[in-house]
């Protein structure tokens, strides 16, 4: 188990801890912690390292059915032990950067709409090539971005790769906007894989 960081200091986290920690019980909403932090532009950031980092329950959404998206309540001040984080930001970054930010099981990019959350964006997580139960290890090699749908299974299969002759032909068949727009993607995502190479 890591030991968990303690917070101090006047800095926005500070803040948005001590607001969460008057209005405990209570569902406060994202405009009153961006308040709290002082209108700190990180606030939403400060908001998961208190959770994840500093391990205060601080409910969402995603925990709760009955909470909206931008609500949240922080019903306990007991901490969870913080979760150990094995994967760097270095290594995090550079696999998104290998995998275009794009999730390799279902082929969504980061900011695409989200099918399975109308109103939110994809968001990719790290994941397994091989699973950690199985032995696989948090190395670059041995993870890949996938979206949190997928991570979470919410969607069963990973549609098959498409076929080159096939993915060729809806290219070409794609408009002059939308090729351009593949091939500005294409060229930030091999930039970034090999430097220099033109
Ligand atoms: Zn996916």
């Not at 969460?20 to 606030?43: P, Y």
Request: aromatic residues 4%.
């Amino acid at each position: 188990m890591a030991p968990r960081k303690e917070i101090t200091g006047s800095g926005s986290k500070s803040r948005i801890l001590k607001f969460l920690l008057s209005n405990m019980g209570r569902v406060v909403n994202k405009d009153e912690i961006r308040r709290a932090s002082g209108n700190a532009s990180e606030w939403a950031r400060r908001l998961r390292e208190l959770r994840d980092e500093h391990g205060y329950q601080i409910l969402s959404h995603k925990d709760r059915r009955e909470l909206k998206p931008g609500q949240y309540i922080l019903e306990t001040d007991k901490r969870l032990p913080a979760l150990p984080r094995s994967i760097s930001k270095e290594t995090r970054a550079w696999v998104l950067e290998r995998n275009g930010y794009t999730c390799q099981m279902c082929g969504s990019a980061a900011g695409d709409a989200d099918p399975f959350h109308p109103g939110q964006k994809i968001r990719l997580a790290m994941g397994h090539i091989i699973d950690k139960s199985k032995g696989g290890k948090d190395t670059p090699e041995n993870l890949r971005a996938v979206c949190t749908n997928c991570n979470e299974g919410l969607q069963n299969t990973a549609p098959p790769k498409p076929d080159r002759i096939e993915l060729l032909k809806q290219v070409r068949r794609a408009t002059i906007e939308d090729q351009l727009h593949l091939l500005g993607w294409l060229e930030t995502k091999f930039q970034k894989i090999r430097p220099g190479k033109k």
